[in-house]
């Protein structure tokens, strides 16, 4: 492998693992990344530490797991950020160019702006931007729909982004992602024969879903094939899930109503596939393409509806496991199905750079890349804690074949994902599970525990 390779780190939000290959309408819903898939490696296990936007990304950059960093909710403030070291400014002492261009959802201390990267644009210079063109960026108050969500310890009014779709009615160029794209390309245009690293965070397939032509008419809803599970709680499930945000906004959503809410989802989805195909045509283009690390994922997924549920927020694999290709230079291309985690990026990039990673959590995956195989007997971890605030707890281990989740209300599911792989049926009561059970529980418990958990894991009585 060259030393110090080139390094892009490209993040979608609320991009789904199953949509890398995906069909709908007759398309490819991602044709630029199914082609990174070919010439990189593509890990088909991979999970986020929280499906949460500031958790996953803070864990991902630090590679801290969240309640080690202590950012376990959207803590836009930054009140309960530490003095972490994220991987962009790692990069610059050792010597790359770092440019940010994207959405910044990682809290630490000193801010992102303030860890002297060379380039910095997030949201607040895009909304800027967008102010002096007189666009108007805030949401729509029709676009959300009200919820009762736990905040420490009480149940209160919230209002998130609903199944609503609408057309952007500005040209695209003008539309957030196409703002970052231009960005990312001023960055990459202003390098020069030093390393450097880009990360470029786009917002797509965020809802709410409005969305610009010719993606909004790009897949037709009357043509596009649901999932079967769609509305469709599992068996044995846990009474707090549906007390939970993302069942209250699936309430009551009809079958054609989700085929638009899909629709625009992919629509979004393809989008950010092409601005991710034209920072790759730049990068080929300066030829410096096959000098440069690329990796591909997103915070998290969304349910779309699957186990009648909206948004991110539970551990069902639509909203936990997420995209991970990595395309290093010199390695040959290949594929793994082991369990790996966001918290396995970041000494990924620090080993290719040849630097130190820190001691994080997790560990580099060059190993599989080059041809180890998968550990078989990993355990990756998942949390959430609420949203806005400490709220209703989750818990998850998840194996090579078993998922387990523990919350707030000291229920239990286990997920047998050999025998149901769309974690239909709760498997948690069953005697043939027990001791799975009991081992997946003990495992869950001790690595949370171990990493400053506050979460008090015995009911009190």
Request: hydrophobic share 35%; with cysteine; net charge negative.
């Given at each position: 492998?060259?030393?110090?390779?080139?390094i892009?780190?490209?993040?979608?939000?609320?991009?789904?693992?199953?949509?890398?290959g995906?069909?709908?309408?007759?398309?490819?819903?991602?044709?630029?990344?199914?082609?990174?898939?070919?010439?990189?490696?593509?890990?088909?296990r991979?999970?986020?530490?929280?499906?949460?936007?500031v958790?996953?990304?803070t864990?991902?950059?630090?590679?801290?797991?969240?309640?080690k960093?202590?950012?376990?909710?959207?803590?836009?403030?930054?009140?309960?950020?530490?003095?972490?070291?994220?991987?962009?400014?790692?990069l610059?002492?050792?010597?790359?160019?770092?440019?940010?261009?994207?959405?910044?959802?990682?809290?630490?201390?000193?801010?992102?702006?303030?860890?002297?990267l060379?380039?910095?644009?997030n949201?607040?210079?895009?909304?800027?931007?967008?102010?002096?063109?007189?666009?108007?960026?805030?949401?729509?108050?029709?676009?959300?729909?009200?919820?009762?969500?736990e905040?420490?310890?009480?149940?209160?009014?919230?209002?998130?982004?609903?199944?609503?779709?609408?057309?952007?009615?500005?040209?695209?160029?003008?539309?957030?992602?196409f703002?970052?794209?231009?960005?990312?390309l001023?960055?990459l245009?202003?390098?020069?024969?030093?390393?450097?690293?880009?990360?470029?965070?786009?917002?797509?397939?965020?809802?709410?879903?409005?969305?610009?032509?010719?993606y909004?008419?790009?897949?037709?809803?009357?043509?596009?094939?649901?999932?079967?599970?769609?509305?469709?709680?599992a068996?044995?499930?846990?009474a707090?899930?549906?007390?939970?945000?993302?069942?209250?906004?699936?309430?009551?959503?009809?079958?054609?109503?989700?085929?638009?809410?899909?629709?625009?989802?992919?629509?979004?989805?393809?989008m950010?596939d092409?601005?991710?195909?034209?920072?790759?045509?730049?990068?080929?283009?300066?030829g410096?393409?096959?000098n440069?690390?690329?990796?591909?994922?997103?915070?998290?997924?969304?349910h779309?509806?699957?186990?009648?549920?909206y948004?991110?927020?539970?551990m069902?694999?639509?909203?936990?496991?997420?995209?991970?290709?990595?395309?290093?230079?010199?390695?040959?291309?290949?594929?793994?199905?082991?369990v790996?985690?966001?918290?396995?990026?970041?000494?990924?990039?620090?080993?290719?750079?040849?630097?130190?990673?820190g001691g994080?959590?997790?560990?580099?995956?060059?190993?599989?890349?080059?041809?180890?195989?998968p550990?078989?007997?990993?355990?990756?971890?998942?949390?959430?804690?609420?949203?806005?605030g400490?709220?209703?707890?989750?818990r998850?281990a998840?194996?090579?074949r078993?998922k387990?989740?523990?919350?707030?209300?000291?229920?239990?599911?286990?997920?047998?994902?050999?025998?149901?792989?769309?974690?239909?049926?709760n498997?948690?009561?069953?005697?043939?599970y027990?001791?799975?059970?009991?081992n997946?529980?003990q495992a869950?418990?001790?690595?949370?525990?171990?990493?400053?958990?506050y979460?008090?894991?015995?009911?009190?009585?």
């Amino acid at each position: 492998m060259v030393s110090k390779p080139n390094i892009l780190l490209f993040m979608t939000d609320h991009q789904r693992a199953d949509v890398i290959g995906m069909r709908q309408c007759g398309r490819e819903v991602t044709p630029n990344l199914n082609r990174l898939a070919h010439m990189g490696f593509q890990f088909d296990r991979a999970y986020d530490t929280c499906p949460l936007c500031v958790p996953a990304r803070t864990a991902l950059a630090t590679g801290l797991y969240p309640t080690k960093n202590a950012v376990v909710y959207n803590d836009w403030k930054g009140i309960t950020a530490g003095e972490y070291e994220p991987v962009h400014a790692a990069l610059k002492k050792a010597g790359y160019r770092v440019g940010h261009a994207g959405v910044d959802h990682i809290r630490v201390q000193p801010p992102m702006r303030q860890q002297g990267l060379d380039f910095f644009v997030n949201q607040e210079d895009y909304e800027e931007w967008a102010a002096g063109r007189g666009l108007k960026t805030a949401r729509n108050q029709d676009e959300l729909i009200e919820v009762l969500e736990e905040i420490d310890g009480k149940y209160v009014n919230k209002r998130y982004s609903g199944h609503k779709v609408s057309l952007w009615d500005k040209p695209a160029e003008q539309f957030k992602d196409f703002y970052f794209l231009e960005k990312s390309l001023e960055f990459l245009r202003g390098t020069g024969e030093e390393p450097f690293a880009l990360f470029t965070y786009l917002w797509a397939p965020h809802p709410p879903f409005r969305i610009p032509e010719p993606y909004a008419g790009m897949y037709k809803p009357e043509d596009i094939i649901l999932p079967d599970n769609i509305g469709i709680p599992a068996e044995q499930e846990p009474a707090l899930r549906r007390k939970g945000v993302p069942a209250q906004l699936a309430r009551d959503i009809t079958g054609d109503q989700w085929k638009r809410v899909w629709a625009a989802h992919l629509g979004l989805t393809t989008m950010a596939d092409e601005i991710f195909g034209r920072v790759i045509k730049e990068l080929e283009s300066m030829g410096k393409l096959d000098n440069t690390c690329i990796i591909f994922t997103s915070d998290h997924g969304d349910h779309l509806g699957q186990h009648s549920m909206y948004q991110k927020m539970e551990m069902y694999e639509e909203a936990v496991r997420v995209p991970l290709i990595v395309k290093m230079p010199g390695r040959k291309p290949g594929r793994s199905d082991g369990v790996v985690t966001h918290l396995d990026i970041k000494p990924t990039i620090c080993e290719a750079a040849g630097i130190e990673n820190g001691g994080g959590d997790g560990v580099s995956l060059l190993p599989v890349i080059e041809g180890a195989g998968p550990d078989r007997q990993r355990i990756v971890y998942s949390q959430y804690s609420g949203n806005p605030g400490y709220g209703t707890v989750r818990r998850a281990a998840i194996s090579e074949r078993y998922k387990y989740v523990f919350d707030s209300s000291y229920e239990k599911e286990l997920y047998d994902l050999e025998a149901d792989p769309h974690e239909m049926k709760n498997v948690a009561g069953d005697e043939a599970y027990q001791d799975i059970l009991k081992n997946m529980h003990q495992a869950c418990r001790r690595f949370h525990e171990e990493h400053g958990d506050y979460f008090k894991w015995e009911q009190e009585t």
